[in-house]
């Protein structure tokens, strides 16, 4: 009789001999054996920390700190998308955050800490490459690239925090801290705009080039009204100088006080001959000067407008700020001297400096200055002339890409180049009207018998109607 073996129990998984696997985590776990596939790897991290900083931590390293390389990533790009959303759409928004001071502060700060969290995980993707394992050829091509990508990211994440900081820096030493935003008058921001000799004390600086720029408070239409230096017997706006002289100014035919009565003697007489800080006690307190705003009630008593604010240019400065702007572009149409004599009647042999040729070119900041400035050889009025062009050529030269890549000594030029008591509040409405300036031409107003003005004798009320005709055009009717 015969027995049978009982049955076997099924083999259980768990006690089945199992074959090795790889491990499907290369990028952790790799096959350090092989060079072939650790040089792959080590491409790889090194792209992914290029591309998004802390992804290379998150799949082969420290995740923790993958982690914040990640998600400060991604809180920069959305910091950028909504930058760039908001200037698009909300120009104004973006322009009143982009010249905060505390702002600027944080920008700056951010992208410092950035540029530094990014060297860190270079250095540490690196670490998880294990050079010595890649191909001999790969360990110097990926230690090179590495380092190329890393001065290209925290290269730009560091310039990004010195603009932040110099646009600061500027902007605080140009503009005004206080003080709140004159509303428009008559539907235009006026303001005073000089061009002052470079002198070291106020007292003896004459402004040789006069105007008022006056923006469209909605379109930023420009219109910039210039004055002859030489201009005789002018009003004044209702003030202090107006009670001084009822009939309009009068000359003085002294060294002292300047000879004759152009309006830009004013600043010496105010300063020098007259005590100033009587006549305009809270003048220096608001940023300006006296003679500044005796000039300021000056041109207002011309032209029958507001004029809250001013600008003073250093004509010195203004040679660096066209410099850095890489020169600007002018169509000369008379040979002009450059230089100037020691005194009247000097022969041009004995002080010109050179020659500005006729024809287009680039000038540099020097020849440009000149341009401006000769006038010894020309009239009064075609120096006004050539001072407009230069001012609509430094305005086409400011161009978003020479402007970033010239920042620095722009910015250098313009803290020494001009003084304003122009609020910081005011700039985000002052940049959004630049802005729409750029895509208009400018109008000009040049108070000089071309434009039926007597410079003996000017025509006070005539100025006035041309220069509200021109800043109020009459509107078309439907008969035409």
Not at 52 to 80: C, E, F
Not at 130 to 146: C, D, E, H, Q
Not at 345 to 360: K, M, N, S
Not at 462 to 478: C, D, G
Request: contains cysteine.
């Amino acid at each position: 009789m015969s027995t049978m073996a009982p049955p076997r129990a099924p083999r259980s998984s768990a006690s089945r001999p199992t074959a090795p696997r790889a491990d499907k985590r290369p990028m952790r776990f790799p096959d350090t054996s092989s060079r072939a596939v650790m040089t792959r790897r080590g491409w790889w991290l090194v792209v992914l920390n290029f591309l998004v900083p802390g992804s290379a931590q998150v799949l082969a390293g420290n995740r923790r700190l993958g982690r914040i390389g990640v998600v400060s990533t991604l809180v920069m790009w959305a910091l950028v998308i909504a930058g760039v959303l908001s200037a698009l759409l909300a120009r104004p928004v973006f322009l009143a955050i982009a010249t905060n001071w505390f702002a600027l502060l944080l920008a700056q700060g951010l992208m410092i800490a950035y540029a530094v969290l990014w060297v860190v995980l270079t250095i540490d993707t690196l670490r998880l490459v294990r050079l010595v394992k890649t191909g001999t050829r790969a360990r110097f091509g990926i230690a090179a690239a590495s380092v190329v990508l890393l001065v290209i990211a925290s290269g730009t994440a560091a310039y990004a925090a010195n603009v932040a900081g110099t646009t600061r820096d500027t902007l605080g030493v140009v503009f005004g801290a206080g003080g709140p935003t004159v509303q428009p008058s008559e539907g235009y921001y006026n303001v005073l705009l000089l061009g002052a000799d470079h002198v070291t004390t106020n007292d003896s600086k004459r402004f040789d080039s006069i105007s008022v720029v006056s923006i469209n408070a909605e379109t930023g239409a420009t219109t910039i009204t210039g004055f002859p230096r030489d201009m005789p017997g002018f009003p004044f706006a209702e003030g202090p100088m107006q009670d001084r002289y009822p009939n309009g100014h009068e000359g003085h035919a002294d060294e002292t006080c300047g000879w004759g009565s152009g309006i830009n003697q004013l600043n010496t007489e105010v300063e020098v001959c007259q005590d100033g800080s009587l006549i305009y006690p809270d003048a220096v307190e608001d940023g300006s000067a006296p003679g500044i705003e005796a000039t300021k009630d000056a041109a207002e008593g011309i032209l029958g407008i507001e004029i809250p604010y001013y600008v003073t240019i250093d004509m010195y400065a203004f040679e660096a700020l066209i410099d850095a702007l890489g020169g600007v572009e002018i169509t000369v149409k008379e040979r002009l001297p450059v230089g100037g004599p020691s005194y009247t009647g000097q022969p041009l042999g004995q002080w010109v400096q050179g020659w500005i040729e006729p024809g287009t070119q680039r000038m540099d900041g020097f020849t440009a200055q000149w341009y401006a400035r000769s006038r010894h050889t020309t009239s009064d009025f075609d120096r006004m002339r050539r001072q407009r062009e230069l001012q609509q050529a430094i305005l086409a030269q400011f161009t978003p890409q020479v402007v970033l890549t010239r920042f620095q000594e722009v910015a250098d030029a313009g803290a020494d180049m001009v003084s304003t008591d122009l609020p910081q509040s005011f700039i985000p409405t002052l940049l959004d009207l630049a802005l729409k300036a750029r895509e208009q031409e400018v109008t000009t107003i040049e108070l000089t018998p071309d434009n039926g003005i007597d410079q003996s004798e000017p025509d006070w009320a005539y100025i006035q109607e041309l220069v509200q005709t021109t800043l109020h055009p009459p509107k078309a009717t439907p008969e035409g």
